[in-house]
């Protein structure tokens, strides 16, 4: 009977450590996955970025230092496509799949580039000789956090928006 009930036991404890390490695995990643797609005129734009969390952090200036490149999402850097040529604040990007950074600066004129190599991770291997397009744009102050970096199409271009800055990237 004693070896019954250890035998039971340890089938248990092992069942019970399965379950644990299945629920852990399930769990949601710290910066999930995300992708925003729209159409700009005759023009698909899909962004695919991992969503950060401000979780009560300095962002601007503390976990992102200014005047850094920055991979604009967590993870892999986030990726700009576009099925059709475009303009990107007044300059001409061919249609493709680019690697989309961002340099935050304390001023509030941020840098956007649009890498010719889409897939990195983060921004540790950025080469600025790979870039197909340099902008700068204006920061503008959102009315209140956004807890989530987010990215979101509309008819004039699109938005990276996180923590309490958006940036505004237009687009014809």
């Given at each position: 009977?004693?070896?019954?009930?250890?035998?039971v036991?340890?089938v248990?404890?092992?069942?019970t450590l399965?379950?644990n390490?299945?629920?852990q695995?399930t769990?949601k990643?710290?910066?999930?996955?995300?992708t925003?797609?729209?159409?700009?005129?005759?023009?698909?734009i899909?962004?695919a970025?991992?969503?950060?969390?401000?979780?009560g952090?300095?962002?601007?200036?503390?976990?992102?230092?200014?005047?850094?490149?920055w991979?604009?999402?967590?993870?892999?850097?986030?990726?700009?496509?576009?099925?059709?040529?475009?303009?990107?604040?007044g300059k001409k990007?061919a249609k493709?799949k680019?690697?989309?950074?961002?340099?935050?600066?304390?001023s509030?004129?941020w840098t956007a580039?649009?890498?010719?190599?889409p897939?990195?991770w983060?921004a540790?291997k950025y080469?600025?000789a790979?870039?197909?397009l340099?902008?700068?744009?204006?920061?503008?102050?959102?009315?209140a956090t956004?807890?989530?970096l987010?990215?979101k199409?509309?008819s004039?271009?699109?938005?990276m928006d996180?923590d309490?800055i958006?940036?505004?990237?237009e687009?014809?």
């Open positions: 009977m004693k070896t019954m009930i250890k035998s036991t340890v248990f404890a092992a069942v399965s379950v390490a299945f629920a695995d769990k990643p710290a910066s999930p996955p995300a925003a797609t729209g159409k700009i005129k005759d023009a698909t899909t962004i970025y991992s969503s950060p969390s401000v979780k952090r300095t962002i601007w200036g503390g976990l992102e230092a200014y005047d850094k490149v991979r604009a999402g967590a993870n892999e850097a986030t990726t700009f496509e576009t099925d059709k040529d475009i303009t990107v604040q990007l493709g680019y690697s989309f950074f961002l340099i935050p600066k304390a509030g004129t580039i649009f890498n010719k190599e897939k990195q983060g540790y080469e600025q790979k870039d197909a340099r902008v700068d744009v204006k920061t503008k102050a959102l009315p956004q807890e989530n987010v990215y199409i509309n004039n271009g699109f938005t996180w309490k958006s940036v505004p990237v687009i014809k």
